[in-house]
């Protein structure tokens, strides 16, 4: 009987200690304001994240930390441009053929601009690159025959802006272009906000249209040489993302709901979630990740919210067990948080209370349509924190209470306000501690 209640107790102890490694968190940064922005799992098991990163006021850096399936940093690499600010928009992994990067890079003296594809090895070294002068490259997907596909667009003005798709080889030689779908002999904001694959190696996006006549919302299909196949109107949706679900259907992500369509486009169901979507991932157990920079939830095939946490996740990425690894900003720093497939994860919780009142910048900026807003107080206080637009008239007002010393963060949802730019101001017991601007894009 001993012996049967010592293996019992055994088994439990490596049960337990199973259950603790199976998840984690980590926070990474210095002193630059890390943010992070994305994660892709490379084909030695390992990961590698893209993060911004601001060494001083008015500078962005790109900052690269790859990590283990424990998260535990191998390195990390900073790039930095010198007299221009750099940013990454998106990067893919293709398991055949290496990772695919598009990026930007904004003069600080003269706001002269260059964007870039780019093909990287694994510890992020150029092979090819192509450059983009008058237009920018936005996001992309890998192809199946190990090249991508590039989201592109040519931003005139605040009102002007459109958008088409670009599709290169694995050695980077230009094969097809969409062109601009729609005419141009009007003022109208242009945005393809996601591009997938169908199970046919075709495309399928996601395309806003914003006009004099209207805003509208289009599921646009292509074939693999980029000609249209089919137009479908998305009425009533502001949709950001679309992830490729089981057999030929497809999930969207977006304002306030998640949708599962067929391959024509038809809706199979419908999940309301009181929340602005910006993130999508399909899991390893047949479900679906959403996230935004606040918030991270799980929803299964059928359309039912299986659980729900409050770690903003920028991008994640699925692993083995049901669970994904997200990656996040806290604080000026980076977090990447183990999910299991029951949403746990271990929360360290390990900063240290700041000794001065501080404002921090909005990210992501731009924005559509919302936006996380960080600051910190060093004793506990009346906090306020508003948001104006350009006449100084009071938009939102975001935090109005008592809060504690330590670092917190609030979500600003820009949905129903123009384009433009706008104010957020912090006052502490009556007194202004700091104001920024932020600028909103649709």
């Given at each position: 009987?001993?012996?049967?209640?010592?293996?019992?107790?055994?088994?439990?102890?490596?049960?337990?200690?199973?259950?603790?490694?199976?998840?984690?968190?980590?926070?990474?940064?210095?002193?630059?304001?890390?943010?992070?922005?994305?994660?892709?799992?490379?084909?030695?098991?390992?990961?590698?994240?893209?993060?911004?990163?601001?060494?001083?006021?008015?500078?962005?850096?790109?900052?690269?930390?790859?990590?283990?399936?424990?998260?535990?940093?191998?390195?990390?690499?900073?790039?930095?441009?010198?007299?221009?600010?750099?940013?990454?928009?998106?990067?893919?992994?293709?398991?055949?053929?290496?990772?695919?990067?598009?990026?930007?890079?904004?003069?600080?003296?003269?706001?002269?601009?260059?964007?870039?594809?780019?093909?990287?090895?694994?510890?992020?070294?150029?092979?090819?690159?192509?450059?983009?002068?008058?237009?920018?490259?936005?996001?992309?997907?890998?192809?199946?025959?190990?090249?991508?596909?590039?989201?592109?667009?040519?931003?005139?003005?605040?009102?002007?802006?459109?958008?088409?798709?670009?599709?290169?080889?694995?050695?980077?030689?230009?094969?097809?272009?969409?062109?601009?779908?729609?005419?141009?002999?009007?003022?109208?904001?242009?945005?393809?906000?996601?591009?997938?694959?169908?199970?046919?190696?075709?495309?399928?996006?996601?395309?806003?249209?914003?006009?004099?006549?209207?805003?509208?919302?289009?599921?646009?299909?292509?074939?693999?040489?980029?000609?249209?196949?089919?137009?479908?109107?998305?009425?009533?949706?502001?949709?950001?993302?679309?992830?490729?679900?089981?057999?030929?259907?497809?999930?969207?992500?977006?304002?306030?709901?998640?949708?599962?369509?067929?391959?024509?486009?038809?809706?199979?169901?419908?999940?309301?979630?009181?929340?602005?979507?910006?993130?999508?991932?399909?899991?390893?157990?047949?479900?679906?990740?959403?996230?935004?920079?606040?918030?991270?939830?799980?929803?299964?095939?059928?359309?039912?919210?299986?659980?729900?946490?409050n770690f903003g996740s920028n991008s994640m990425v699925p692993t083995d067990d049901g669970g994904c690894i997200a990656v996040g900003s806290k604080y000026d720093d980076v977090w990447i948080c183990k999910f299991d497939q029951d949403g746990n994860y271990t929360n360290i919780n390990d900063y240290v209370y700041p000794v001065a009142v501080k404002l921090y910048q909005n990210y992501p900026n731009p924005f559509n349509p919302s936006t996380e807003i960080s600051y910190s107080i060093s004793s506990e206080?009346?906090?306020?924190?508003?948001?104006?637009?350009?006449?100084?008239?009071?938009?939102?007002?975001?935090?109005?209470?008592?809060?504690?010393?330590?670092?917190?963060?609030?979500?600003?949802?820009?949905?129903?306000?123009?384009?433009?730019?706008?104010?957020?101001?912090?006052?502490?017991?009556?007194?202004?501690?700091?104001?920024?601007?932020?600028?909103?894009?649709?």
């Amino acid at each position: 009987m001993r012996k049967v209640l010592f293996c019992i107790m055994i088994m439990f102890v490596f049960q337990s200690f199973a259950q603790e490694i199976d998840t984690w968190e980590r926070r990474y940064g210095d002193e630059m304001k890390e943010r992070g922005k994305q994660i892709v799992k490379m084909n030695d098991g390992n990961y590698l994240i893209s993060c911004s990163a601001s060494p001083m006021a008015f500078k962005e850096v790109i900052w690269l930390i790859a990590v283990n399936e424990n998260g535990d940093s191998l390195w990390t690499k900073t790039i930095d441009g010198g007299d221009y600010n750099l940013y990454i928009n998106d990067f893919a992994y293709n398991y055949e053929n290496g990772l695919y990067a598009v990026d930007y890079k904004i003069s600080r003296t003269d706001s002269g601009s260059e964007g870039y594809l780019s093909k990287r090895s694994t510890d992020y070294s150029e092979i090819w690159k192509q450059v983009y002068t008058d237009c920018s490259p936005l996001s992309l997907t890998c192809t199946p025959d190990s090249g991508c596909a590039v989201i592109v667009s040519d931003f005139i003005d605040i009102d002007v802006m459109f958008s088409w798709i670009e599709k290169y080889d694995k050695n980077g030689n230009h094969q097809f272009s969409s062109g601009s779908i729609f005419t141009k002999s009007e003022k109208a904001v242009e945005t393809i906000s996601d591009i997938t694959l169908t199970s046919e190696g075709d495309y399928l996006t996601l395309w806003k249209r914003r006009s004099e006549s209207g805003e509208s919302q289009f599921l646009i299909y292509f074939d693999d040489s980029l000609n249209v196949s089919a137009i479908k109107p998305f009425y009533g949706y502001d949709l950001s993302r679309i992830e490729k679900a089981n057999n030929d259907d497809f999930v969207i992500s977006g304002s306030g709901v998640v949708l599962k369509i067929d391959q024509y486009g038809d809706i199979i169901w419908e999940l309301e979630i009181p929340d602005y979507l910006e993130n999508i991932a399909k899991s390893a157990d047949g479900n679906y990740f959403v996230s935004n920079s606040t918030n991270t939830y799980k929803v299964d095939d059928t359309g039912k919210l299986v659980w729900s946490k409050n770690f903003g996740s920028n991008s994640m990425v699925p692993t083995d067990d049901g669970g994904c690894i997200a990656v996040g900003s806290k604080y000026d720093d980076v977090w990447i948080c183990k999910f299991d497939q029951d949403g746990n994860y271990t929360n360290i919780n390990d900063y240290v209370y700041p000794v001065a009142v501080k404002l921090y910048q909005n990210y992501p900026n731009p924005f559509n349509p919302s936006t996380e807003i960080s600051y910190s107080i060093s004793s506990e206080g009346k906090v306020t924190l508003s948001v104006f637009n350009t006449k100084g008239e009071l938009v939102h007002t975001l935090v109005n209470e008592k809060r504690k010393a330590g670092n917190h963060s609030v979500n600003f949802n820009g949905e129903g306000l123009n384009s433009g730019i706008y104010f957020y101001k912090l006052e502490v017991n009556g007194s202004v501690a700091g104001s920024k601007r932020m600028l909103l894009i649709k």
